[in-house]
């Protein structure tokens, strides 16, 4: 089985959530890659040395210089005619792009994945990763979101992959690029970060939050995560939010502060290797998913944890 993963990028490193789906599609057969941009050649020889790849293609355009849903997928859709799976990270760029994919050779989408059964057959969660379903499609050609936490990551170097160029496809003038705002952050991406301090409404304030979790993330050098109901409230910014409808985490520690540990929030976070929660209801469902619980007013154990650590 000949696989085509989608390499995630930004114009000069292969994101960590590629290296999970090339661990997911080297379960299903050999390995190719694609990258998509513009003065994408290091991002390909990069891409080239991740072990197991066999071979990467590049499509270097202009037009594909913001990588738009619109105009990558009709290139990996071409791609496609010699390859069984096409496999994307289940990120806000593979979800993006994938079901673009799977319209354009007609078949339906396998999301999410959390492990390889056979060629054919798939887990992946439903209800909030309440259940989960085994999943069996007889489409000819596959098309698979991966999650990022269910595998490990393929090692950066150690694969000696050929590069070939492809042809870049034409811009889709349905979509055109207007502009961008990064968020600039030393701190680690939450989706690769090892440590995450997370929270949640209990912080009652977009100040709060910042004046206390920022110090104690900077300690432990942690990422920043928050609640929805955080985000909502203007704590914190989108891309901070954990959860079913935000990022999927699983770092070796996560501090989940003053969250209530509602359902939703769980489903992005309880893969966790430790969790440790601090709320000051005993009661919160946080606890029963956590494997160090401290009950107390964050106002006054979390300055104290940043100033002893
Ligand atoms: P609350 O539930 O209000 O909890 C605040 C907690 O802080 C309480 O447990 C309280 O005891 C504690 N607290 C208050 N003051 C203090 C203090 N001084 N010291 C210590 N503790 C204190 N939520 C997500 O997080 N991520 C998602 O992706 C997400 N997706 C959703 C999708 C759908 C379709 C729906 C319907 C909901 C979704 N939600 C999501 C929302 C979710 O249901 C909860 O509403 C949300 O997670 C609650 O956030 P919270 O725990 O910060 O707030």
Excluded: C
């Amino acid at each position: 089985m000949k696989t085509l993963v989608l390499v995630e990028h930004d114009g000069k490193a292969v994101k960590d959530a590629t290296l999970a789906t090339v661990t997911a599609a080297a379960k299903l057969g050999d390995v190719h890659l694609l990258v998509a941009g513009k003065d994408v050649g290091a991002v390909a020889e990069a891409a080239a040395k991740i072990a197991g790849v066999g071979k990467v293609y590049v499509a270097d355009a202009a037009h594909l210089e913001h990588q738009l849903a619109e105009d990558v997928a009709p290139v990996a859709a071409a791609l496609m005619g010699h390859h069984d799976a096409f496999l994307a990270s289940s990120t806000t760029t593979g979800k993006n792009i994938a079901p673009r994919v799977a319209a354009l050779l007609d078949v339906m989408q396998i999301s999410d994945i959390l492990s390889v059964e056979s060629e054919d057959t798939f887990t992946r969660p439903i209800y909030a990763g309440n259940a989960i379903a085994t999943v069996r499609s007889k489409d000819a050609k596959k098309v698979i979101t991966v999650r990022g936490t269910a595998f490990e990551k393929a090692a950066r170097d150690g694969g000696s992959g050929t590069v070939e160029a492809v042809d870049a496809g034409s811009h889709d003038a349905k979509s055109k690029f207007v502009s961008e705002e990064m968020s600039k952050s030393e701190r680690p991406e939450l989706t690769s970060a090892k440590i995450i301090v997370s929270g949640g409404r209990g912080f009652g304030s977009n100040e709060q939050f910042h004046s206390l979790l920022d110090p104690l993330a900077d300690k432990l050098g942690a990422g920043v995560g928050a609640s929805r109901a955080a985000v909502d409230a203007g704590y914190a910014p989108n891309d901070y939010q954990v959860g079913q409808t935000g990022k999927i985490v699983a770092p070796e520690i996560y501090i989940a502060i003053g969250i209530s540990g509602a359902i939703q929030h769980l489903a992005g976070m309880k893969d966790s290797k430790v969790i440790i929660a601090i709320n000051k209801d005993e009661e919160a469902p946080i606890f029963q998913v956590a494997d160090v619980g401290l009950v107390g007013d964050l106002f006054k154990i979390v300055p104290e944890l940043t100033e002893k650590l």
